[in-house]
């Protein structure tokens, strides 16, 4: 008779330490769990070089990952995927609190990529068994991969947070069209207005606001979003929002990519009464914007880990009806 146990393994790469030992802390809280060692060094050239300290074999391995940029986070994922595969791991699961390139998901002009289909391809194509991310940007994401994929929610962490502030008179604002899925949950659950801003984008990174669909004057605003950037949607937003009466302006966005300092700049120029990030992102200028407090989502992913290991559902985490 066979007393083989399942067991699973979770290792992280570079890109977000803080947020994997996070996740760590919870798992060991809940079932004793440490995290693994897995070593990641690079030849001189800057080639990434990768070994499990542990033995793996007929292991689920979770690999815990963001993938913005530098660029060589994603290639680190994948080597990691690929050392796992090849040292006979049971079962590989990419846990990716930011999904980088997500946001090119359509040839929305001639000659361009579908950087997500690509992104999606690479990380199946390396030996990924399944992935579990966060907020993606555009939800149909999730079809590029022919995988399981489970999408976790930010908006479960933010509303328990949100609720304690006690704020009355509220109305949601996406600052695009783009955003209005998400901004939508929050109206629902906090029984609020939702008003949307016509964002055009003339370039990449250059933002033109348009016009604002709904009233905000005299309420107290949750502007929602799931990537500050550059920041320029965000905090034009914010000024227009101001300028037609809003009363108080929440921000809440999951990831904080602040891609250079005019993000902070801008940021802490904006009308934002507090701005509410995750830590999905390791990203040291969150400590330079005014006003900033950082929700963990560790526990989430951590619960994400423990019951896609015991086959139970993902879903009962969150109140999925979003529409
Ligand atoms: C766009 O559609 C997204 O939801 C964000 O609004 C956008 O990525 C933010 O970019 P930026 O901060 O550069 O304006």
Known sequence: MSNLVRDFKVFT???????????????????????????????????????????????????????????????????????????????????????????????????????????????????ADRVITMDLHASQVQGFFDIPFDHLYASATFFKRIEKLNLNNLAVVSPDVGGIKLARAYAKRFNADLVVIDKRRPQQNVTEIMNIIGNVEGKNVLLVDDIIDTANTFTQAAHLLKEKGALSIIGICTH?????????????????????????????RVNKVKNLEVVSVAKTFALAIQYTFEYKSISSLFDTDKD
């Open 13 to 127: 790469g570079n890109s977000n330490k803080p947020l994997a030992e996070a996740i760590g802390r919870e798992l060991k809280q809940a079932l004793g769990k440490d995290l693994g060692h897995c070593e990641i060094k690079k030849f001189s050239d800057g080639e990434i070089w990768v070994k499990y300290a542990d033995n793996i074999r007929g292991s689920d391995v979770f690999i815990i990952q963001s993938t913005n940029t530098p660029h060589e986070n994603l290639m680190e994922l994948l080597i990691m995927i690929d050392a796992a595969r090849r040292a006979s791991a049971n079962k590989i699961t990419a846990v990716i609190p930011y999904f980088g390139y997500s946001r090119q998901d359509r040839k929305d002009q001639p000659r361009v990529s579908i950087t997500a289909k690509l992104v999606a391809n690479l990380i199946t194509v390396a030996g």
């Open 256 to 284: 904080p990519v602040f891609s250079s300092d005019s993000a902070v700049e801008l940021l802490n120029n904006a009308p934002l009464d507090k701005l509410f990030v995750t830590d999905t992102i390791n990203n040291e």
